[in-house]
C-alpha cells in the first residue's frame, strides 16, 4: 500500500472454497446466459455508480467466474480515492463462503440454452485436458449474430 495509508495500490483476492468444476460451469453459464447475465448486472462499464455499491466492469465479472466474489481491483480503488461512503480500504468478506455460494446462485439462476451449455463445457474439458498445440474455438449464437471466441 506504500506510504500513503490512503490509497490503494493492489487488491488480490484469495478464495479456498470455490471448487474448478464450479469455474468452468459458472464461465459457461455466464456466455451462454449473457443476456440475462447483463439484464441483472448492467452492461460493462469503467464508470462508477455512485448510486450503488457495486458496479459491473469486465474484471467483477473474471473475479466472480475466478474466485465467486463480484469485486473489481479499479472499482474499489476509486471508491476510496473519491471518498465515496461505501469505499473500502479493506474490503472484508465474514463469511466468504456464503457470498461464493450467493455468487454460485446467481450464475444457477441465468437464462442458458442448456444444450450450448453441454456443448460448450464439452469443448472446455476438452481443451483443459489436450495438448496445447490445437487452437480451439467456441461459437456462441445470438439473435441474428453468432460470436466466436478463442479458448
Not at 455508480?49 to 458496479?55: R, T, W
Request: glycine share 4%.
Amino acid at each position: 500500500m506504500g506510504n500513503n495509508p490512503n490509497k490503494v495500490s493492489y487488491l488480490h483476492l484469495f478464495v479456498p472454497y470455490k471448487r474448478w468444476e464450479w469455474t468452468i460451469e459458472d464461465l459457461v453459464k455466464s456466455v451462454s446466459g449473457a443476456v440475462s447475465y447483463f439484464n441483472e448486472r448492467g452492461e460493462y462499464s469503467a464508470k462508477i455508480v455512485k448510486k450503488k455499491e457495486d458496479s459491473n466492469n469486465c474484471e467483477h465479472h473474471a473475479n466472480a467466474i475466478i474466485f465467486g466474489v463480484f469485486v473489481s481491483n479499479l472499482a474499489e480503488k476509486y471508491k476510496v480515492e473519491k471518498k465515496l461512503s461505501y469505499g473500502k480500504k479493506i474490503k472484508k468478506y465474514n463469511d466468504t463462503k456464503k457470498v461464493i455460494e450467493e455468487s454460485r446462485k446467481f450464475f444457477q439462476s441465468l437464462i442458458v440454452n442448456e444444450e450450448e451449455v453441454k456443448r460448450m463445457t464439452d469443448l472446455v474439458n476438452k481443451y483443459i485436458n489436450s495438448e496445447p498445440q490445437n487452437e480451439m474455438y467456441v461459437e456462441v449464437s445470438r439473435i441474428n449474430k453468432s460470436y466466436r471466441y478463442k479458448l
